[in-house]
C-alpha cells in the first residue's frame, strides 16, 4: 500500500477506544484476514497492516505519539507488529500455533529464563557497602555434549516428519492450518542418541556461585540483575538473568527513613529537667549527645551526616535522636519523699512548666 491508512480506521475502533476494544478489534480482524482462512490476493498485506495498527495503539507511549503526530511522529513507529509471545496471550497458544505459524515460525532458538533469588542485608550494609557471594542452581550447557543434546560422536538428525521446517500442516475440516510439528516440537531435528550426561537436552543443572555488590544507599526491595547469569539458552539463544531481590533487615537500635535514621533513647526525669550528656549509639560508632535542660519528651535532636548515604551519590543523611523521658515504675522511700516535695513546689510555680500552664488556663476557661 503506498499510503498508510490511519490506525484506527485499520482495526475498526474510534480513538478513544480502552485496551479491551483494541484487543477484541484486533484478534478479529487478524482471524479474518489469515491467509488460510481469506483467499483475497492482499489479506497477507492486510493482516500486517493489522498487526502494526495494534502494535503501536496497544502501547501507550506509541498511541501518545501517534494521536499526536500520527504516521509523521519523530523516528516513527518502524519494525513493528505484535510479538508472537503477545499473540499467543491474545490467541491463546494452540490457536497461534495453528493459524500464524506462516507468519511466525518457530525459532529453535531458545532463550533462557531468569532466575530469581533473595538477600537480606543489615543496615550497617546500606551505610558502608558490602560485596557478598549468592549460590544457587542454574541450567548450564552440558558439559558431556557441549549443548548439543546428542550423545559424543552423533549429531542430531533432520526430522522425518517435518522435513527440517519446524511445521506442518494440517486439514481442519476444508480449512488448512499450519502448526508446531509435534515431532521435534518446532526444532527441526530429532536426537536419535541423546546425551547420557542431560538426557538430550543439551543443558544440566549446575551449582553456581556469583560475587554481589551492594553498593551503599541501596534501598529495601531493591532488585540487583546480573546479566547473563540466569538460566542458560539453548540452540544458541541468550542466557537469562538473575535477579537478586535485596530486604534489608530490622535494626535493634535504628528505624530507616529515606536516607535518614531515627534512634529512639529513653531519659530520666531529672536528666530531662536538669540536663546532661549521653551515649548515643551511630553506625559509625558511639557518640557524646548533649540534652538540653527542660527537654520534653519526643524532643528530637539531629545528629548531621549520621545517616545513610543517597545510592546515586551526594549528600549523606542525618540521625535523628528521639528523646523519650521514661517514668519509673517503682520508687524508694527517699525517691518518693523528694517527688512528693517537689510536687508541692510545681504546684506553686506553674510557670516553670508552660504547657501545663496552659492547659490549666484552658481548662479553666472551658468550665467558665
Known sequence: MSQKRDYYEVLGVDRGAGADALKKAFRSKALQLHPDRNEAPDAEEQFKEVNEAYAVLSDADKRAAYDRYGHAAPGGFGGGGVQPDDLRDIFGGDVFDQMFGSFFRRSPVRHGKNIKTNLKINLETVAQGKQYQVSYRRNATCETCRGSGAKPGTAPVRCGQCNGMGQVRINRGFIPMTQVCPACSGL??????????????GISKQEVAVDITIKPGTPDGHTVRMTGYGHQGRQGGKAGDLL??????????????????????????????????????????????????GTQSGKKLRLRGKGLPRRQGGKTGDQLVKLQVETP????????????????????????????????????????
Open 188 to 201: 527441526g531435528t530429532r536426537i536419535e542418541n541423546p546425551c547420557g550426561g542431560c538426557g538430550g537436552q
Open 244 to 293: 537478586v531481590g535485596v530486604t534489608v533487615e530490622a535494626h535493634p537500635f535504628f528505624d530507616r527513613d529515606g536516607d535518614d535514621i531515627i534512634c529512639e533513647v529513653p531519659i530520666s526525669f531529672p536528666q530531662a529537667a536538669l540536663g546532661t550528656k549521653i551515649d548515643v549509639p551511630t553506625l559509625s560508632g558511639r557518640v557524646k549527645v548533649k540534652v538540653p535542660a
Open 329 to 368: 515504675t517503682t520508687l524508694s522511700d527517699e525517691q518518693r519523699e523528694l517527688l512528693e516535695r517537689l510536687q508541692e513546689l510545681s504546684g506553686t510555680n506553674v510557670e516553670s512548666e508552660p504547657k501545663r500552664q496552659s492547659f490549666l488556663e484552658s481548662l479553666k476557661e472551658f468550665f467558665g
